[in-house]
């Protein structure tokens, strides 16, 4: 009797553990494996010229400097150090950046459209401090300029951006349009005006005053002519020329 009882007991604990088994097969086969990390778009811009101390944060997340001709792919960080400036080309538009000095911003961009199709590249600069001047090719794909404080929407436009100290975003806009959007509100900014974001009231514009005139990123390229290649969204090599004055 004694053995009949070990035996049910031996087969019940084999039953038991073959259907956990089981079970644990079916929940592993209903598993979905992890989604692959989205590609980084490559070569969105370039370094194109540089004064004093330029650098980019790696992927690795180390700093290194940045010389003319330095790939730049979206989600890359640029500082600039003391008396210094970066300029910046975009592979797509030929749209110019410039980063004056104790400044960082984070470029990103996706492109919107096949490179076979024109590669156009949806632009975004997080400012996190400092200065920065763009002019921006008309007629291309968005740009935007990003900070805690609020939003710039850039329709083809020359313009500074500003991010103070106290948290304020300001825009002057030398020509075209610039939208400035915060969480309040929004206000166009039209050339020869200044618009101000705040971190708790609606963005206003008004005339902007001599005073107001940021002048630092004149002349600053010098003259001449670059050539550089780079590798569009479908892996071609392609070679951009440049003329900057």
Request: glycine share 10%; aromatic share 6%.
């Amino acid at each position: 009797m004694q053995k009949l009882f070990l035996i049910f007991c031996l087969l019940a604990l084999h039953t038991m553990a073959g259907a956990g088994f089981s079970n644990a097969k079916d929940g592993a086969s209903d598993a979905k494996p992890a989604a692959a990390p989205s590609a980084v778009e490559k070569d969105i811009a370039l370094v194109l010229k540089t004064i004093g101390q330029v650098q980019v944060n790696t992927a690795n997340g180390a700093w290194q400097d940045a010389p003319k001709g330095t790939r730049l792919h979206a989600g890359m960080q640029l500082r600039t150090g003391n008396e210094s400036l970066a300029a910046v080309v975009f592979t797509d538009d030929k749209s110019l950046l410039k980063v004056r000095s104790n400044s960082q911003v984070a470029i990103n961009g996706k492109r919107e459209t096949p490179a076979s199709a024109g590669g156009r590249i949806a632009k975004t600069i997080a400012m996190q401090f400092g200065e920065l001047w763009a002019k921006v090719t008309k007629g291309t794909a968005p740009f935007r300029v990003e900070t805690p404080s609020g939003v710039a929407a850039v329709k083809g436009t020359i313009f500074y951006a500003i991010l103070t100290d106290d948290g304020k975003f300001i825009i002057v806009c030398l020509d075209g349009l610039v939208e400035l959007i915060n969480q309040f509100g929004s206000v166009l900014v039209k050339a020869g005006e200044t618009g101000i974001s705040s971190p708790d009231q609606a963005p206003e514009s008004h005339p902007t005053t001599p005073g107001e005139m940021p002048n630092w990123a004149n002349d600053s390229e010098g003259n001449g002519d670059m050539e550089i290649e780079f590798q569009d969204g479908n892996g071609q090599k392609k070679k951009l020329k440049i003329r900057y004055q």
